[in-house]
Nanobody, 125 residues
Framework: QVQLRESGGGLVQAGESLKLSCEASGRDFSQSAMGWFRQAPGKKREFVARIGWFTEITSFGDSMEGRVTISRDNSKNTLYLQLHNVQFEDAGVYYC??????????????????WGQGTQVTVSS
């Protein structure tokens, strides 16, 4: 059974950094793109960042580039998201996701097949 499990969320002060992790199990994702999304209360789930199976290929959502760093450790089957200078608008539930197909670049949320349960990020002043 494929599972994606996020961790690392919690309460963070505005201006600080936070690193989220997503540990995959049930299959090897080293040949798969993986991504991060987030959802704030009352808002749609939005794309944050994506990383390809070759780690130098990354993509970011609107206003995300430079504010987050996405990386992966294929030896651990784990995806990471580093949030820099966290702002109040960064609060929400962060989800990692992956498509079922290997060597495939998902361009929409619907093209991701596997999702984690999410990890909550709360920002304080």
């Amino acid at each position: 059974q494929v599972q994606l499990r996020e961790s690392g969320g919690g309460l963070v002060q505005a201006g600080e950094s936070l690193k989220l992790s997503c540990e995959a199990s049930g299959r090897d994702f080293s040949q798969s793109a993986m991504g991060w999304f987030r959802q704030a209360p009352g808002k749609k789930r939005e794309f944050v960042a994506r990383i390809g199976w070759f780690t130098e290929i990354t993509s970011f959502g609107d206003s995300m580039e430079g504010r987050v760093t996405i990386s992966r450790d294929n030896s651990k089957n784990t995806l990471y998201l580093q949030l820099h200078n966290v702002q109040f608008e960064d609060a929400g539930v962060y989800y990692c996701a992956a498509p079922r197909r290997e060597y495939f670049t998902p361009l929409t949320r619907e093209e991701y097949d596997y999702w984690g349960q999410g990890t909550q990020v709360t920002v304080s002043s």
